[in-house]
T-cell receptor, first 115, second 109 residues
């Protein structure tokens, strides 16, 4: 089975801190994604990556950056955390076949609270 | 902005078929339609996907209109465990995948 592992289930950080959220997948997937989920807003795409060292902005990239130095790992970075970044963060990966992006496999999520 | 639009919520009686619609009138000819569902705060789980033809698996059926402007996810015999938020997405190759707000399905006993 595909496994997508997010490093922390729960984090509490203070405003202004630098925050790293790590995501690792074990199935050699090309695509990796970071979403955030807030009540009433559904899942919103922050960044995605389709290859090592490649990154593309999603719909809400402001205040975030990402890093993909290895194919299996996709990190989300909050350079200076703010209270409005309190949210559930979900990582996902997929295997591309032809035009088909492939089904997304999600991690269990990281619930971040910024005080 | 999402390429797909869905009703905010729907109700279905237990044991009946749940038919969840999705509008995707702007997707390109090579974009696949995917359906996921999310229960509570767990990550979304894949249900089914298709390109042009109707598809069926052990969980659901997917009906895609001939013009590909819309689709319907069918849960043939809904149970209380099918209460969840259902998302319809479209995707292509290495493009971004936008989820939108989905449809909250309530299964009524």
């Amino acid at each position: 089975d595909v496994k997508v592992t997010q490093s922390s289930r729960y984090l509490v950080k203070r405003t202004g801190e630098k925050v790293f959220l790590e995501c690792v997948q074990d199935m050699d997937h090309e695509n990796m994604f970071w979403y955030r989920q807030d009540p009433g807003l559904g899942l919103r795409l922050i960044y995605f990556s389709y290859d090592v060292k490649m990154k593309e902005k999603g719909d809400i990239p402001e205040g975030y950056s990402v890093s993909r130095e290895k194919k299996e790992r996709f990190s989300l970075i909050l350079e200076s955390a703010s209270t409005n970044q309190t949210s559930m963060y979900l990582c996902a990966s997929s295997f591309v076949s032809g035009f088909d992006t492939g089904e997304l496999f999600f991690g269990e999520g990281s619930r971040l609270t910024v005080l | 902005d999402a390429k797909t639009t869905q009703p905010t919520s729907m109700d279905c009686a237990e044991g009946r078929a749940a038919n969840l619609p999705c509008n995707h009138s702007t997707i390109s000819g090579n974009e696949y339609v995917y359906w996921y569902r999310q229960i509570h705060s767990q990550g979304p789980q894949y249900i089914i996907h298709g390109l042009k033809n109707n598809e069926t698996n052990e969980m659901a059926s997917l009906i895609i209109t001939e013009d590909r402007k819309s689709s319907t996810l069918i849960l043939p015999h809904a149970t209380l465990r099918d209460t969840a938020v259902y998302y319809c997405t479209s995707s292509l190759f290495h493009d971004k995948i936008i989820f939108g707000k989905g449809t909250r399905l309530h299964i009524l006993p």
